[in-house]
């Protein structure tokens, strides 16, 4: 099975939430790429450009490499997949307006026309990112990042203030990394590879780091090319009702706190966050799991299809072995909703073969985010265990702050390492502010079942099986695999004989930061340092469950884990 058959047009897209955590939307745009940047380098520029084609798989069709007027040591790289747009489609994106400003963006912008109309914006082009510059030069950079509506990660130049601009979406759905020396020379890119091998003038190892989601931050242009960081701050939490939500087109919502007014809510701003995601210039298709998220995306997204008149039938995807849970519950989804429904089977062996891949593009050694991934490349429940419901609120924030680092790191990485696009629409930032907005207890699990609310909103609507409406959660890197043997015992077994028991008792010397405590996790580690030597510190922590004893984060070493009957 070969990881190209789940492509469509170019566009996977795979929705991830920690309470509502599976749902996939897949859509093709004219913005998938990967992004590189450099100011102030002490080495040639040709010789450092090399580094940027270790991300061309975000952007497979072009690739532009393009010097700063009057700053022969700062440049730009871009990798591009080429859909429409082509005279102007390329970056960094300069206007005649504008002619001091130069953008590299990654990501959507959903609502840039609204914001064109609003406005009055003049656009010169018919890309998205165009907005950037017209609400920069009006509104300045903190408050251009709070009303863009979608995922992005942006480097602006503004060469006659003499300015470099940072920025990143409030989760982190696109990617950001950047090195920066103590001397000023700061070096950015969609992804931590392309910066490994940057040359630079420190005698020690200059750290990497992922630009943190939500913020930007701002860097005065020396005009030796060196930078100084002057000002870093947040533009939006994903508690707040974002800025750009007085321009949406969605009516204001209901007020009030009643059950029915808040699963009105909830569906109205659900729908509205996939409608927004439907533009797109080829067929448009779903990654469907048959949980509970992916199935109403699916739902919804042929719901829509149907009501803007799309001239194709929406396909869907699943992947998984043949009996898994995940493929048989898909199965009865793509049915009733009436998609043209695709399965890609791998084995376990294949799986295993892909792990050393899946390490390299995802640059991360956390053992539940690789398990994931290897399906995902191929083709929460612990919240019933919450002390209360201030405690569950208060852990669905920190995860959301933290997607960036495990779920949609895997989203983004796995998708772009075969020049595919993900969008998310249980990301979307009116949405998730909302649900955070409501009272706890409306949001913890009830009568034994997770995402109670979410399920409730959707109740008695016939939008899917009402079996798969209340299907209990299952973690996507379970559910792929059968119930008999899961993919986390499967890699298990195969790495009890690649890795010895001596190993292991020295693997906290081996690896001081976050030893590894399985042979699973022990492989992991030993991959990503050849692979990325002495970068362990990329990862802060391993995802695990809390509230609850547990030395693995597959849902299935739960105690609270109860496998449907019919599997």
Known sequence: MKPKELEIGRAVVHALLPFLSDSSLSVDRRTMCGIWALFGSDECLSVQ???????????PDAFRFENVNGFTNCCFGFHRLAIVDQLYGMQPLRIKKFPYLWLCYNGEIYNHHTLQKTFD???????DGEVLLHLYDRFGIKKMASLLDGVFAFILLDTANRKVHLGRDTYGVRPLFKL?????????????????NISHSMSTEVKIDPFLPGHVEVF?????????????????????????????????????????????????????????????????????SGGLDSSLIAALLLKLAKEEKLPYKIQTFSIGSEDSPDILAARKVAAHIGSEHHEVNFTAEEGIRAVEEVIFHLETYDITTIRASVGMYLGYIYFHKAPSAAAAAKDSVRLLKELYLFDVLRADRTTAAHGLELRVPFLDHRFTAYYLSLP?????????????????????????????????????????????????TCLQEHLD?????????????????????????Y???????????????????????RWIEAADPSARTLSIYKPDKDQ
């Open 49 to 59: 450009c090399t580094c940027a084609m270790k991300i061309a798989h975000r952007g």
């Open 121 to 127: 914006f003049d656009f010169q082009t018919k890309v």
């Open 180 to 196: 920066l020396t103590d001397d000023g020379f700061l070096a950015v890119c969609s992804e931590a590879k392309g910066l490994t």
């Open 220 to 288: 005065d242009l020396k005009l030796s090319g060196k930078v100084q960081s002057v000002q870093m701050e947040p533009f939006h939490c994903c508690t707040q009702e974002p800025a750009h939500a007085l321009h949406d087109p969605l009516q204001t919502l209901a007020a009030g706190l009643d059950e029915e007014t808040v699963k009105s809510n909830i569906r109205s701003l659900l729908e509205n966050g996939v409608r927004k995601r439907l533009m797109a210039h080829r067929r448009i298709g779903c990654l469907l």
């Open 440 to 488: 706890e207890n409306m949001r913890v699990p009830k009568d034994g079942v997770e995402k109670h609310l979410l399920r409730d909103s959707f109740k008695g609507l016939n939008l899917i099986p009402e079996e798969i409406l209340w299907r209990r959660k299952e973690a996507f890197s379970d559910g792929m695999m059968s119930v008999k043997k899961s993919w986390y």
């Open 497 to 521: 004989s690649i890795v010895n028991d001596d190993q292991m008792e020295k693997a906290s010397k081996t690896f001081p930061h976050n030893p590894p405590t399985t042979k699973e996790a």
């Open 523 to 545: 492989y992991f580690r030993q991959v990503f340092e050849k692979l990325y030597p002495g970068r362990a510190q990329w990862l802060s922590h391993y995802w695990m469950p």
